[in-house]
Each structure stands twice: as structure tokens, then as C-alpha cells.
């Protein structure tokens, strides 16, 4: 079993910049890769970013690219999404998830969630 606990969402204006935490606990030893994916009301569940959990490979949406970093301090197990210039579309509830590979849709595991709100 792992155990995701994410913080720092929040309300920001159009522009402006949020960095998640992903606080990981458990059987890490297994984990293969970690990503954030985001489900906003009405809308198809989306896979923003994910990286292998060891380093040597990324992936973000198209949606995301070149503003969203995904990072991992392996000291503290921390997993991070760093958001800059947000947009409203960017709106929406953000998991951190644990998947089987970095390119797969289909997570292992994931948290409670943290809402992010992009106001105009």
C-alpha cells in the first residue's frame, strides 16, 4: 500500500504560479513512477504530468507543457507539480497518483486530492 497526501492548492489569478506537494509514504519500493492528474466538474479525469520514479523519464499534456514541472526530492519523498502561468481552464481538483509506468492513464494509487482555482 502507498499513501498520498497532497497540499498546496488554492485561489490564484490568471498568470500567477501554485506549487503542489505530494507527501508519499508506504511500500515505495515498488512505486515505478508518480504523476498528477486533475478532474475539473463535467470533464474527462486528465493526466497533467508524470515522471519515472527513479528519473529518466517525463511526461506532461499538451495542455500543460512549458508551464507545469513535475519533480521529486528523494530525500523527503516528496513529489512536486509547479505551476506557472496558470489559466482558468486550468481549473480543477489535482491528485497525486502512483502508476505502474510514467505514460500510463490508469493509476495504482492516489490521494484526497487539492482544489485549484484560477480566477480571470
Known amino acids: 500500500q502507498v499513501q498520498l497526501v497532497e497540499s498546496g492548492g488554492g485561489l490564484v489569478q490568471a498568470g500567477g504560479s501554485l506549487r503542489l506537494s505530494c507527501a508519499v509514504s508506504?511500500?515505495?519500493?515498488?512505486?515505478?513512477?508518480i504523476g498528477w492528474f486533475r478532474q475539473a466538474p463535467g470533464k474527462e479525469r486528465e493526466t497533467v504530468a508524470a515522471?519515472?520514479?527513479?528519473?529518466?523519464?517525463?511526461w506532461y499534456a499538451d495542455s500543460v507543457t512549458g508551464r507545469f514541472t513535475i519533480s521529486r526530492d528523494n530525500a523527503k519523498n516528496g513529489v512536486y507539480l509547479q505551476m506557472d502561468s496558470l489559466k482558468p481552464e486550468d481549473t480543477a481538483v489535482y491528485y497525486c497518483?502512483?502508476?505502474?509506468?510514467?505514460?500510463?492513464?490508469?493509476?495504482?494509487?492516489w490521494g484526497q486530492g487539492t482544489q485549484v482555482t484560477v480566477s480571470s
Open positions: 508506504g511500500s515505495i519500493f515498488g512505486i515505478n513512477a
Open positions: 515522471r519515472s520514479w527513479r528519473g529518466g523519464g517525463t
Open positions: 497518483v502512483v502508476l505502474s509506468h510514467y505514460r500510463a492513464q490508469t493509476p495504482d494509487y
